[in-house]
């Protein structure tokens, strides 16, 4: 009965942290994106994230970004400086193809750093790609 359940693989969706200036505040913050490299658009799209360590951990945020075009991004949150030292975990759950896709990406704590950028794809800004 186990072989018959197929799980589906979750390719060409990333979350990435871009380091971006901030008009409103006049500061450079640290912004979550989810990005759609897929071909085909994904639907009902979640994202819950956290931070955490041995002894901290944040409050769980729960993200309903909804429909996202294929080669598209989307904003998920701000990161405050606090979390950084965090590990910051992002589940994203979405439709495509019919069936339901489910991945987790996680930035290891003190990974986020401005000696860490590197170009990211379709959004053309200074990033950090997640470990998936």
Same mark, same amino acid.
Request: glycine letters at 4%.
């Given at each position: 009965? +186990?072989?018959?359940?197929?799980?589906?693989?979750? +390719?060409?969706?990333?979350?990435?942290?871009?380091?971006?200036?901030?008009?409103?505040?006049?500061?450079?913050?640290?912004?979550?994106?989810?990005?759609?490299?897929?071909?085909?658009?994904?639907?009902?799209?979640?994202?819950?994230?956290?931070?955490?360590?041995?002894?901290? +951990?944040?409050?769980?945020?729960?993200?309903?970004?909804?429909?996202?075009?294929?080669?598209?991004?989307?904003?998920?949150?701000?990161?405050?400086?606090?979390?950084?030292?965090?590990?910051?975990?992002?589940?994203?759950?979405?439709?495509?193809?019919?069936?339901?896709f489910?991945?987790?990406?996680?930035?290891?704590?003190?990974?986020?750093?401005?000696?860490?950028?590197?170009?990211?794809?379709?959004?053309?800004?200074?990033?950090?790609l997640?470990k998936?």
């Amino acid at each position: 009965m +186990k072989k018959d359940i197929e799980i589906p693989v979750a +390719k060409d969706v990333h979350v990435v942290i871009i380091r971006e200036w901030n008009d409103e505040f006049l500061s450079k913050d640290w912004n979550a994106y989810l990005i759609n490299n897929r071909t085909d658009t994904i639907e009902m799209t979640i994202v819950v994230s956290k931070g955490f360590d041995e002894d901290k +951990k944040t409050s769980t945020m729960r993200h309903g970004i909804g429909v996202l075009e294929p080669k598209s991004f989307r904003k998920i949150e701000f990161l405050q400086e606090e979390v950084l030292a965090l590990n910051n975990e992002f589940f994203v759950t979405f439709f495509a193809e019919n069936k339901l896709f489910e991945k987790r990406f996680l930035f290891p704590k003190h990974t986020i750093a401005e000696d860490r950028l590197t170009t990211i794809p379709i959004i053309d800004k200074e990033g950090i790609l997640a470990k998936d």
